[in-house]
């Protein structure tokens, strides 16, 4: 059964400093992992899309990470911002299966504190 | 501006009661989906069309019923409402039936069934 686990839950930290997101994985055959952030009262916005052939990508103080071996991502977040608050969703689609459906987390709930 | 809108963002009914929907996309996507979030976050694909053909119906109970008029369109209209039918509906589109291109995702549906 297909499945992403994230972690931790939640988190709080304090504006400036930086933290890791993390989002493990059985979807198979693997086709690419997205990580979204949604803000509270809005739809999730794609942040970062990564392949099998991707380790590393970076969208301004967002850095997603994946490695296909293990079936592990994380999301690096820089110099935390209060507008960084927010639920990060990991999402893994599959490359084959009839549908396609994506598989999503559960998201991590990130709130900066000033 | 180009999005996916999705009316009534806030919607509180009885019990019983039969209530729609709408959501509209002007991305030119040519397919449109349906999601259930609940009281924990967690996203669940209800519903997708693809040009106006009905491709992916999970395990739904048939009181919700999607219409898809045209491609740009997808309206989710729900007989009976029930306590548990109770959570945030997404709207979003892809461009293709393939999830690797990613969703948009509309600002949510909020209904309470009381």
């Known amino acids: 059964k297909n499945q992403v686990e994230q972690s931790p839950q939640s988190l709080i930290i304090l504006e400036g400093k930086n933290c890791t997101l993390q989002?493990?994985?059985?979807?198979?055959?693997?086709?690419?992992l997205r990580w979204y952030k949604q803000d509270t009262g809005r739809g999730p916005v794609s942040l970062t899309i990564?392949?099998?052939?991707?380790n590393t990508k970076s969208n301004g103080r967002y850095t997603a990470t994946l490695d296909a071996d293990t079936k592990q991502s994380s999301l690096h977040i820089t110099a935390s911002q209060l507008s960084d608050s927010a639920s990060y969703i990991c999402?893994?689609?599959?490359?084959?299966?009839?549908?396609?459906?994506?598989?999503f987390g559960r998201g991590t709930s990130l709130i900066v504190h000033p | 501006d180009t999005a996916v809108s999705q009316t009534p963002k806030y919607l509180v009914t009885q019990m019983g009661n039969d209530k729609s929907i709408k959501c509209e996309q002007n991305?030119?996507?040519?397919?449109m989906y349906w999601y259930k979030q609940d009281s924990k976050k967690f996203l669940k694909i209800m519903f997708s069309?693809?040009?106006?053909?009905?491709?992916i119906n999970e395990t739904v109970p048939n009181r919700f019923s999607p219409k898809s008029p045209d491609k740009a369109h997808l309206n989710l209209h729900i007989n009976s409402l029930e306590l548990g039918d109770s959570a945030v509906y997404f709207c979003?589109?892809?461009?293709?039936?393939?999830?690797?291109?990613?969703?948009?995702f509309g600002s949510g549906t909020r209904l309470t069934v009381v």
């Open positions: 979003a589109s892809s461009q293709g039936d393939r999830t690797n291109y990613g969703y948009t």
């Open positions: 989002c493990n994985y059985t979807v198979s055959p693997f086709s690419n």
């Open positions: 990564m392949t099998f052939s991707e």
């Open positions: 999402v893994v689609s599959p490359a084959s299966g009839g549908s396609y459906i994506p598989t």
């Open positions: 991305l030119g996507h040519d397919t």
């Open positions: 069309y693809n040009n106006k053909e009905l491709i």
